[in-house]
């Protein structure tokens, strides 16, 4: 994995690139650039990364983590409705980490707010506090 242990991501999307063109399969090369291009602001990268690592394969935790990242990436860019699928497909997935689940609610009532959906987004907030 590229990131260290303060949080920051080791290399730039370019040199990352470079280790996705040496090994195309390389699901979490995919992730980390994704991550790098989202710290960028580069959205529409970051979401295409996320996409191509979930396609490629990736463990449970990470899979998770890459709909959490590519659904805050979709929420930036304006794609309101990617992002409510995404923050749905961990809650569908239903991960132990009471945290990762609470996010996935809290994320998802932010964008049904954004849309208008009060009565949605208040539901998503009960489920949230009862993670």
């Not at 959205?43 to 899979?63: H, N, P, W």
């Not at 009471?98 to 994320?107: D, F, I, P």
Request: proline letters at 2%.
């Amino acid at each position: 994995m590229l990131k260290d242990a303060m949080g920051g991501y080791r290399g730039t999307a370019t040199e990352i690139s470079r280790v996705i063109a040496e090994h195309p399969d390389n699901a979490e090369a995919y992730y980390d650039r994704g991550n790098a291009r989202s710290s960028c602001n580069d959205y529409d990268g970051a979401i295409a990364d996320f996409t191509m690592a979930l396609k490629v394969g990736l463990r449970f935790r990470e899979a998770i983590t890459a709909y959490g990242n590519r659904g805050i990436a979709r929420v930036k860019s304006g794609d309101m409705e990617g992002a409510i699928q995404d923050f749905s497909e961990i809650i569908k997935r239903k991960p132990t980490n009471r945290r990762l689940l609470s996010s996935a609610y809290k994320n998802r009532a932010l964008v049904k707010e954004k849309m208008g959906d009060r009565e949605g987004a208040a539901e998503d907030r009960g489920r949230s506090a009862e993670c």
